[in-house]
């Protein structure tokens, strides 16, 4: 607790950091459930526009991009988007499988749902008051193919996710 006075009145602030250790203890979070999980290598954060461009990453990739935040009463809620991803493989055998093509999209797409899937359901189990997070309302998973320069294909869940905010003047 941290007293201090404004113009001849008294104002406190109070808090016990978890406002501000909650991004850190958020990105962490995910990224330790990612990896936990067989279908993920490796786990990255930052602008969509940076995810593999030095072709150092481990597949099946996991991406963290905090889109926005927002400082509610007792609680910032945090918008997010996860990428669960890997390399698109073409097999140079001829196909006549029009539905599963000569590359392995199926199969990712399958996997890495998977994994967002199983992610979501963790995060469900948070409790603002226990686990200060939670998860609100139901996230949104899109697909994507062929995305960047090394042809990728995934999801991206995109969720709102509150974390505790116990910093506030009285």
């Known amino acids: ?6 113009v001849g009145s008294e104002m406190c602030i109070r808090d016990s950091n978890q406002g ?4 850190y203890q958020l990105t962490e979070t995910i990224k330790t459930a990612l990896l936990e999980d067989k ?17 150092q990453d481990i597949f099946p990739l996991g991406h963290i991009i ?3 935040v927002i400082d509610e009463e007792q609680v910032l809620r945090f918008n997010i988007s996860i990428l669960a991803c890997d390399i698109v493989n073409q097999s140079k055998e001829f196909t006549v499988d029009r539905f599963t093509g000569n590359d392995n999209v199926q199969d990712i797409l399958n996997t890495q749902l998977a994994v967002l899937n199983k992610l979501i359901q963790r995060l469900r189990m948070g409790n603002l008051h226990t686990e200060m997070y939670q998860l ?7 697909p994507f193919y062929d995305r960047f320069e090394n042809q990728l294909a995934g999801w991206t869940a995109t969720m709102d996710i509150m974390i505790y905010n116990d910093i506030y003047i009285c």
Do not use: A, H, M, Y
């Open 1 to 6: 607790e941290i007293l201090s006075g404004l």
């Open 66 to 68: 905090i889109n926005n």
């Open 20 to 23: 501000v250790r909650g991004f």
């Open 136 to 142: 609100e309302g139901n996230p949104s998973l899109q």
């Open 39 to 55: 279908d993920i290598n490796s786990v990255t954060t930052g602008d969509i526009t940076e995810v593999n461009l030095n072709k």
